[in-house]
């Protein structure tokens, strides 16, 4: 666990391929998405919180303290990992590790992982990545041949502001900023089942079931 890094599991998303509602409360496997995340997560943090929008009292439940975005207009998770470091600010911690809400298979070292891939930053801002097909990764830098998963990453509280400011300029895409500020990478291998499989449709849920099976 890291001692001064926090947790928050991004949930403001509008969910437009799922009809809307949040993803987190739809069932899998006798428990909500949310509930499988939460398990994976917790270990791994100090602390931990979750971003979502609208009334929280749906999220009372699951026990965590729950935190809007603070720039309007759903701008996208940048705007989630902004309110988590606003937060974690708040609690004095210097860094804070995202997730998503609808992944509920991501690694139980994801934290570590990502620590270690800091190591000698000044200011740590890791993103997740695994190799794509024919493992192009290892030949390339870490930049071409891999896909980046922008909601799973390790953000330092110190550069809070600085997203702010970015944010109100307009920008939305994660690894733009994320590159803008040298930001490294930490690549996790997929076995049978891939780690970050996110469930964005009906037909996920019911892949993220049968995953879940397997994995019993």
């Known amino acids: 666990m890291g001692a001064e890094t926090l947790g928050v599991i991004l949930a403001g998303g509008r969910a437009t391929r799922m009809g809307g509602g949040d993803k987190g409360l739809l069932p899998l496997g006798g428990r909500t998405l949310l509930t499988h995340v939460i398990d994976r997560i917790r270990p791994q943090v100090a602390g931990l ?15 965590l303290p729950v935190i809007p975005d603070t720039i309007e207009g759903h701008p996208g998770p940048l705007a989630g990992v902004l309110a988590g ?3 974690a600010a708040g609690q004095g911690a210097s860094c804070l590790v995202t997730v998503a809400a609808d992944t509920p298979f991501f690694p139980r070292d994801l934290v570590a992982r990502l620590q270690e891939a800091a190591q000698g930053m000044a200011h740590p801002l890791v993103l997740a990545t695994t190799p794509r097909e024919g493992g192009e990764a290892l030949k390339s830098g ?11 990453g390790l953000w330092p509280v110190a550069l809070r502001d600085d997203l702010r400011a970015a944010l109100k300029a307009g920008l ?8 803008a500020h040298d930001g490294r990478e930490a690549l996790f291998p997929v076995g049978r089942i891939d780690p970050f499989f996110n469930v964005n449709t009906p037909g996920d849920l019911e892949r993220a079931a049968a995953m879940l099976e397997e994995q019993l």
């Open 49 to 63: 919180a979750l971003n979502a929008n609208g009334e929280p009292a749906r999220f009372a439940s699951f026990g």
């Open 85 to 87: 470091l606003d937060w």
């Open 142 to 152: 870490g930049r071409r041949g891999v896909n980046r998963h922008p909601t799973f």
């Open 172 to 179: 939305r895409k994660v690894v733009l900023w994320t590159d």
